[in-house]
């Protein structure tokens, strides 16, 4: 996909978010039914015009793929959607490769998961428990491995981990914040865009024959 198709599928990607966000925090329920299966396939589009690697496009249409089946209120739907972005993650840690992390943020996402996990264990519907646990491990890993990429992707795995701990603790019966569904999506859509936005990395142009120039990422 040519390069020129990078800002305006960009544009529409936020319009996308825009709308969603509306629909989730004032209504009608199908400017969110309607909004949500367009974002990840809009940001996907973005990162092939910027010419990202694969793995990024096939994390983020997995995304797209649990975005859809969240939208159906079941649990075995629930079950296939978090499929879908486990998927994807598994395709971000692909992404992310065998660089080394810092330890003292792989030993905080540590901490994080197993005190998260034993406090909203006994909230889980049993069918969910095993899942969510082993989702939840998945998750934690590529928000920490998302570092090896620098401060956006970094930013985008952290805040991928507190959307999904939003969803789990709604499960749960915590107490929520007000709109709850906002704050998941939220974190959900800035999430996927720093992450993105950390892999394509700068923007390189090409100014001549053989040569090179590097400008900040434009957004």
Do not use: N
Not at 44 to 59: D, E, F, K
Not at 176 to 196: K, R
Not at 206 to 214: D, L, N, Q, S, V
């Amino acid at each position: 996909m040519s390069g020129r198709y990078a800002r305006p599928l960009l544009i529409a990607f936020l319009v996308a978010c825009a709308v969603d966000l509306a629909g989730v925090l004032t209504g009608p329920e199908w400017l969110h039914l309607g909004a949500k299966p367009l974002l990840m396939p809009l940001l996907a589009g973005y990162a092939s015009a910027r010419r990202g690697q694969r793995m990024l496009i096939a994390a983020l249409l997995c995304g797209w793929a649990g975005d859809v089946f969240l939208l159906a209120d079941s649990d075995p739907a629930f079950l296939v959607g978090m499929a879908g972005f486990a998927a994807g993650h598994v395709c971000y840690l692909v992404l992310f490769g065998r660089a080394r992390g810092a330890l003292l943020p792989a030993l905080v996402y540590a901490v994080v998961l197993v005190v998260f996990v034993v406090l909203i264990w006994d909230g889980l519907p049993g069918v969910l428990r095993i899942p969510m646990a082993g989702y939840s491990l998945l998750l934690t890993a590529m928000a920490y491995r998302s570092g090896v990429l620098g401060r956006y992707a970094a930013t985008g795995g952290a805040l991928f981990l507190l959307s999904d701990a939003l969803i789990a603790t709604g499960i749960a019966d915590w107490p929520q914040l007000p709109a709850p569904g906002f704050w998941v999506m939220l974190t959900y859509v800035a999430a996927q865009l720093l992450l993105t936005l950390g892999a394509l990395g700068p923007v390189r142009e090409e100014p001549g024959p053989g040569a090179y120039r590097e400008r900040s990422i434009s957004i």
